[in-house]
């Protein structure tokens, strides 16, 4: 044995630096044991109840055949048994494919089929949804009292020895090209991403959260179980409910309050009627791109607290730039970004060299927040993950002072109301009908939204009308996905470059 091999670590010493969100909520239940973990409209689960109702949950999904690695699908909405599931999972070793119920029938099939789960766990009302897309064959629970009762009677289960880099959780985001995209994240990664809420957001230890937004977003998920390795209270509420927002942060302190585009001027306009009275928030919002700068500072006026200037994705976590806050009653013309902390960034050009300050570059970063590529996504994750590092498909520019500039986009993205629209997705389905000829979606910015989906549409038939071209949709795009209005063009009139490429943004000034 040679003097320095001496030195490299034994097994023993490797097994010790593994961690696991299953693991490491049983700590935190030993340490935290009767503070409420889980509080959905006054039903409470204390870390002690939790611990003990996810390890039985645990039991359930060995008793149901499924093992390390396998996926269960979860269609529900909010509530407190979503987040027991979750810990469980983590404890066995299950990746929960997190099933976004506003997607149509068919782009949810595909979300499904993907993934391949072995069991699916839904709330009673999506039953027929399983039913209407052929997924009734697959293993069903479905959550309510039943289900509590059976698993009250199985012996918990305690955290499994998991290495790190295991799959937690699988969050879909919008394709490029079609369909969804799987985006699974680690253990490593979603322990990274609590750190990084601590680092980013300045949050106290033990700091609570309002888990309003889907469940199957990353602002709720990663944030519900970050919290729940803090000692904190996650507050599960279902969906945008604004009376009980009030409750709670009139009587909690609450760490980071999400706001969505969308709802950021109507809630600061409740709230500022309601005379509400914050307990103390640290910091509220998200994405400040898409939200009107006057509803922003309303918001920080009548939260008494700052505005998250946020830039992450799901497959990166808060990272690469949320490091940065707009202060109360500020009404900001530029919005720069701050690097954040655990994230090494690079701007690059089309061959991947890094440009000059100042310049625009693709946002390139690798650090522990990021997951672990999409799901059955062999040549995306190749060309996403070239070179070492993770291509976002954002453009920013480094000012001076060392923060960060955004620019555009190198994948054209509609970002409506805190969801991603890939046009390609939409026009795909437009495609479908046969009295189009040709069909373009772009962007139009929109006071409520940020920006909403616009379809310009060739047809050689004088008698197809904008509403047919929207019923076409109904079943094929969720709501949010569907262009909000129809333009008729004739194909001469589409500005091509000289490669015959669609600018889409010459189409975009004609929507000004």
Same mark, same amino acid.
């Given at each position: 044995?040679?003097?320095?091999?001496?030195?490299?670590?034994?097994?023993?010493?490797?097994?010790?630096?593994?961690?696991?969100?299953?693991?490491?909520?049983?700590?935190?239940?030993?340490?935290?044991?009767?503070?409420?973990?889980?509080?959905?409209?006054?039903?409470?689960?204390?870390?002690?109840?939790?611990?003990?109702?996810?390890?039985?949950?645990?039991?359930?999904?060995?008793?149901?055949?499924?093992?390390?690695?396998?996926?269960?699908?979860?269609?529900?909405?909010?509530?407190?048994?979503?987040?027991?599931?979750?810990?469980?999972?983590?404890?066995?070793?299950?990746?929960?494919?997190?099933?976004?119920?506003?997607?149509?029938?068919?782009?949810?099939?595909?979300?499904?089929?993907?993934?391949?789960?072995?069991?699916? !766990?839904?709330?009673?009302?999506?039953?027929?949804?399983?039913?209407?897309?052929?997924?009734?064959?697959?293993?069903?629970?479905?959550?309510?009292?039943?289900?509590?009762?059976?698993?009250?009677?199985?012996?918990?289960?305690?955290?499994?020895?998991?290495?790190?880099?295991?799959?937690?959780?699988?969050?879909?985001?919008?394709?490029?090209?079609?369909?969804?995209?799987?985006?699974?994240?680690?253990?490593?990664?979603?322990?990274?991403?609590?750190?990084?809420?601590?680092?980013?957001?300045?949050?106290?230890?033990?700091?609570?959260?309002?888990?309003?937004?889907?469940?199957?977003?990353?602002?709720?998920?990663?944030?519900?179980?970050?919290?729940?390795?803090?000692?904190?209270?996650?507050?599960?509420?279902?969906?945008?409910?604004?009376?009980?927002?009030?409750?709670?942060?009139?009587?909690?302190?609450?760490?980071?309050?999400?706001?969505?585009?969308?709802?950021?001027?109507?809630?600061?306009?409740?709230?500022?009627?309601?005379?509400?009275?914050?307990?103390?928030?640290?910091?509220?919002?998200?994405?400040?791109?898409?939200?009107?700068?006057?509803?922003?500072?309303?918001?920080?006026?009548?939260?008494? =607290?700052?505005?998250?200037?946020?830039?992450?994705?799901?497959?990166?976590?808060?990272?690469?730039?949320?490091?940065?806050? !707009?202060?109360?009653?500020?009404?900001?013309?530029?919005?720069?970004?701050?690097?954040?902390?655990?994230?090494?960034?690079?701007?690059?050009?089309?061959?991947?060299?890094?440009?000059?300050?100042?310049?625009?570059?693709?946002?390139?970063?690798?650090?522990? =927040?990021?997951?672990?590529?999409?799901?059955?996504?062999?040549?995306?994750?190749?060309?996403?993950?070239?070179?070492?590092?993770?291509?976002?498909?954002?453009?920013?520019?480094?000012?001076?002072?060392? =923060?960060?500039?955004?620019?555009?986009?190198?994948?054209?993205? !509609?970002?409506?109301?805190?969801?991603?629209?890939?046009?390609?997705?939409?026009?795909?389905?437009?495609?479908?009908?046969?009295?189009?000829?040709?069909?373009?979606?772009?962007?139009?910015?929109?006071?409520?939204?940020?920006?909403?989906?616009?379809?310009?549409?060739?047809?050689?038939?004088?008698?197809?009308?904008?509403?047919?071209?929207?019923?076409?949709?109904?079943?094929?795009?969720?709501?949010?996905?569907?262009?909000?209005?129809?333009?008729?063009?004739?194909?001469?009139?589409?500005?091509?470059?000289?490669?015959?490429?669609?600018?889409?943004?010459?189409?975009?000034?004609?929507?000004?």
């Amino acid at each position: 044995m040679s003097e320095i091999s001496k030195y490299f670590p034994t097994p023993d010493v490797l097994s010790s630096g593994q961690a696991t969100i299953g693991g490491l909520f049983a700590s935190a239940a030993r340490a935290h044991a009767d503070v409420v973990a889980i509080d959905e409209a006054g039903r409470q689960y204390s870390y002690q109840e939790v611990d003990d109702l996810s390890g039985r949950f645990a039991s359930l999904l060995r008793e149901m055949g499924l093992g390390i690695g396998d996926r269960v699908g979860v269609l529900a909405r909010n509530c407190a048994e979503y987040l027991v599931l979750e810990i469980a999972a983590a404890k066995y070793g299950v990746i929960v494919a997190a099933l976004n119920w506003r997607l149509s029938d068919r782009e949810l099939s595909h979300c499904i089929d993907l993934v391949t789960p072995k069991l699916l !766990i839904v709330q009673r009302e999506y039953q027929v949804v399983l039913k209407n897309i052929g997924s009734s064959s697959i293993p069903t629970l479905e959550f309510g009292m039943d289900l509590l009762q059976q698993v009250s009677e199985l012996p918990p289960l305690a955290p499994a020895a998991l290495d790190s880099e295991a799959g937690l959780v699988i969050l879909y985001t919008s394709g490029t090209t079609g369909m969804p995209k799987g985006a699974l994240i680690s253990h490593r990664a979603m322990i990274a991403r609590a750190a990084a809420f601590v680092s980013d957001l300045n949050l106290e230890r033990g700091s609570n959260f309002v888990a309003w937004a889907p469940l199957f977003h990353m602002a709720s998920t990663d944030h519900s179980l970050a919290t729940l390795l803090r000692g904190g209270t996650v507050f599960v509420v279902d969906g945008y409910q604004p009376e009980q927002f009030m409750e709670i942060v009139s009587a909690h302190r609450v760490g980071w309050f999400v706001l969505m585009p969308g709802m950021v001027g109507e809630f600061a306009a409740f709230c500022s009627e309601k005379g509400l009275k914050p307990k103390g928030i640290t910091v509220c919002g998200a994405m400040a791109d898409l939200v009107p700068r006057e509803e922003i500072a309303a918001a920080t006026r009548a939260l008494s =607290t700052p505005y998250l200037n946020s830039f992450g994705a799901t497959e990166t976590g808060l990272p690469p730039a949320t490091a940065c806050t !707009i202060d109360i009653g500020q009404a900001p013309h530029r919005l720069p970004k701050k690097q954040s902390a655990f994230t090494e960034l690079r701007l690059v050009d089309p061959q991947d060299k890094d440009v000059a300050a100042g310049e625009p570059g693709e946002v390139a970063m690798r650090g522990p =927040t990021l997951f672990s590529g999409y799901w059955r996504a062999e040549e995306t994750n190749k060309r996403d993950f070239r070179n070492g590092w993770f291509h976002l498909g954002d453009v920013m520019r480094r000012n001076a002072d060392g =923060t960060l500039e955004y620019v555009d986009r190198v994948k054209y993205m !509609i970002k409506s109301g805190g969801e991603n629209i890939y046009p390609a997705e939409v026009e795909l389905v437009l495609a479908q009908n046969p009295l189009v000829s040709e069909a373009v979606v772009v962007r139009r910015p929109d006071p409520k939204w940020g920006e909403v989906p616009v379809a310009f549409v060739v047809s050689e038939d004088s008698t197809l009308t904008e509403q047919q071209v929207l019923d076409a949709c109904q079943g094929s795009l969720a709501r949010y996905k569907q262009p909000k209005n129809v333009i008729f063009i004739a194909a001469e009139e589409l500005p091509r470059s000289t490669t015959g490429k669609i600018q889409r943004h010459e189409l975009e000034k004609r929507l000004q």
